[in-house]
């Protein structure tokens, strides 16, 4: 035996100790269904492991977990024969969290916040939910293959530190001891206990083992749990609430998903796939290292989960199990990634996905709603990652738009199209950081004159969805602050307007001049009817809200000099006419500049300028 060892936990792990122990006031329970999970998975793993090593499972009984209170002592035992861990394991899996985006959150998650919220799934940590109802945790584990002299112990009371010690331990496997907290003395009964295992951890494939009767130093045990594959049951005997709570228990969530897709294929391929799509989005979506929610299973015994090929980045977020006989059960991750059964896999799914995604938003519209607002940022990358189902992804598109009285995103292409203008050549939008920013810019004046609808973008993906989308239903999608807006215009309007800008021959050659640092040139606009100015982009360059972007994300930007186009009929640039004030120039720079939500370069200046113009 070594000597014992303390070491402090991870900062975001004590922020996240601190949390579950103190504001998790409710659902108590969870603590079990976690514990059991891990159990089951170590097991999913030995099951794999063993195939290539059947040395591993050491001629040892059958695989299961086990459930043992003590109520004398006041503790309940975890126990599995599974994979089990090493030492430096055991540091990686408990004293650390390994997100980059877990400190972010959790300073952001008030204790409020944190009573309701679904901490255990957002992490994928529901080891340290034992401390809920538990004063000290010990973790007892040997990994499979190595000698009972390198077991490990782990203690803890969840207050910021852990000991580690090795220790001799004769079964590889893991068990967690808990012991009771006073208040929680409840879940030392076993009809409690099995309870629990009935509502969250009913169809794990893992026999659940309590003590059905003690006598004469003879333990007898019984199996608690259905422990058969959810997914190969026949969906006609299924009811939603059996998927709720499958789906609960497979993905750590308190709520059931939005629906599912339950599909059993025989013939050619053999394959069962029961894939969720969630409620709500998890903190991570956005991490660039996460991975999709789907477990790979072989004829029941698991390979993998989150690898790329079952499912496209688009769709990280669904959740759920695919099962063939036809995959080899030493498959690797590399063979994985070119086999042809898992490309056939993959298209089918991503076909039922949206499938069902389809029907949702014709037969559920407001389900479809709550999917838009959790997963539709994430959605539009299926435009450019998904060529083959661009106009089915197309389809399920929401958008926010200059017909719409909110911010909500329900407007799709299908029904901007049934609005569309006689003569209208392209499907027009606006980027903006903000909703505001979008419906209050001075680019759409000409377009609400003319009854034109603008789709109002205001998502960071949304620069990148419409630059890669091309052309849909025959029209191009054409930014309303890029290029010139001749479109719009009859011949007779077209000659109206050369015919003013002439007028104006004097006043912008004395503009440009005055701008010559800021400004590429000066035009008489033809897309303002009530703003003095507003400032476009060449049709091939970046435009301003895109500049931002590349710029918050810390990338270089060229270059670049705005058009800025004048009002001919705005009583500030009739001025203009009479002399060409440099004040009023730059005045009407600035203003520009503000009206698209960006910051002028010499406020301090704007305002004397502002100043000196209302005084004089």
């Known amino acids: 035996m070594s000597q014992k060892q303390t070491h402090a936990f991870q900062t975001e792990v004590s922020q996240l100790l601190d949390l579950m122990i103190h504001s998790l006031y409710s ?39 086990h459930i043992d209170v003590n109520k004398d002592a006041g503790t309940i035992t975890i126990s599995d024969n599974g994979i089990g861990m090493t030492q430096d394991e055991v540091m990686d899996n408990i004293g650390t969290i390994a997100n980059s985006g877990t400190k972010k959150y959790l300073e952001s998650l008030d204790k409020a916040q944190a009573q309701d919220s679904n901490l255990i799934g957002q992490f994928g940590v529901g080891f340290y939910s034992s401390f809920i109802v538990a004063n000290t945790v010990t973790l007892i584990s040997r990994k499979a293959g190595d000698d009972k002299a390198n077991g490990t112990k782990w203690v803890s009371k969840g207050k910021g530190e852990y000991s580690l010690e090795t220790v001799e331990v004769d079964n590889f496997g893991t068990s967690i001891i808990l012991d009771i907290k006073k208040a929680e003395s409840e879940f030392l009964d076993d009809f409690r206990l099995k309870g629990i295992v009935s509502k969250y951890s009913d169809h794990i494939t893992v026999p659940i083992m309590m003590v059905k009767s003690s006598e004469d130093d003879v333990i007898e045990y019984e199996t608690i749990n259905k422990a058969t594959a959810f997914w190969a049951q026949d969906k006609r005997d299924l009811k939603q609430e059996d998927y709720d709570e499958f789906y609960k228990s497979l993905t750590y969530d308190f709520e059931g998903p939005l629906t599912q897709v339950h599909n059993k294929l025989e013939g050619k391929l053999d394959y069962t796939s029961l894939l969720f799509i969630p409620r709500k989005a998890p903190f991570d979506m956005w991490e660039p290292k996460r991975k999709t929610g789907v477990k790979l299973y072989a004829k029941r015994v698991f390979i ?32 994985l990634q070119g086999s042809k059964v898992v490309d056939t896999i993959r298209k089918a799914s991503v ?42 992804i197309a389809a399920l598109l929401r958008f926010a738009t200059t017909e719409t009285s909110n911010t909500d995103q329900n407007v799709s292409l299908a029904d901007y199209i049934s609005r569309i203008k006689e003569d209208q050549k392209a499907i027009y939008y606006i980027t903006a950081d903000t909703h505001a920013a979008a419906k209050g810019s001075p680019h759409l004046e000409i377009f609400k004159k003319k009854g034109i609808e603008v789709l109002l973008l205001t998502d960071r993906v949304d620069e990148w969805l419409v630059g890669n989308f091309g052309d849909h239903e025959g029209l191009e999608f054409k930014s309303i602050t890029k290029g010139d807006l001749e479109d719009l ?23 440009q001049s005055i701008l010559s640092e800021k ?22 360059e970046l435009g301003s809200n895109m500049e931002r972007i590349m710029k918050s994300l810390g990338q270089d930007v060229p270059e670049t000099k705005p058009i800025l186009e004048i009002n001919p009929d705005h009583p500030l640039v009739k001025k203009l006419k009479d002399s060409v004030d440099e004040d009023l120039v730059e005045v009407l720079f600035d203003q520009a500049v503000l009206s698209e939500g960006g910051q002028i370069s010499e406020p301090a200046e704007f305002v004397k300028r502002i100043n000196k113009l209302m005084m004089g």
């Open 27 to 65: 659902n108590k329970e969870i603590f079990l269904r976690e514990l059991v999970s891990n159990a089951s998975d170590a097991i999913d793993k030995l099951r794999f492991e063993s195939i290539s090593d059947d040395s591993l499972v050491e001629g040892k009984e059958e695989l299961n977990i």
């Open 304 to 335: 993998m989960e989150g690898n790329e090929a079952l499912l496209p980045q688009y769709l990280r977020f669904i959740k759920g199990v695919i099962d063939t006989a036809d995959l080899s059960l030493n498959v690797s991750r590399e063979i």
């Open 489 to 511: 215009d009859s011949e007779g309007e077209k000659e109206e307007k050369e015919k003013v800008a002439k007028d104006f021959d004097k006043v912008i050659e004395k503009a």
């Open 351 to 392: 076909k039922r996905i949206l499938g069902e995604l389809d029907k949702m938003s014709k037969n559920r519209p407001e389900d479809y709603a709550v999917f838009w607002s959790e997963f539709g940022m994430v959605m539009k990358e299926g435009i450019v990652e998904d060529f083959d189902n661009k106009e089915k």
């Open 519 to 540: 400004v590429k040139a000066v035009k008489v606009s033809s897309r303002l009817s009530e703003s003095p100015s507003c400032l476009v982009a060449d049709e091939n």
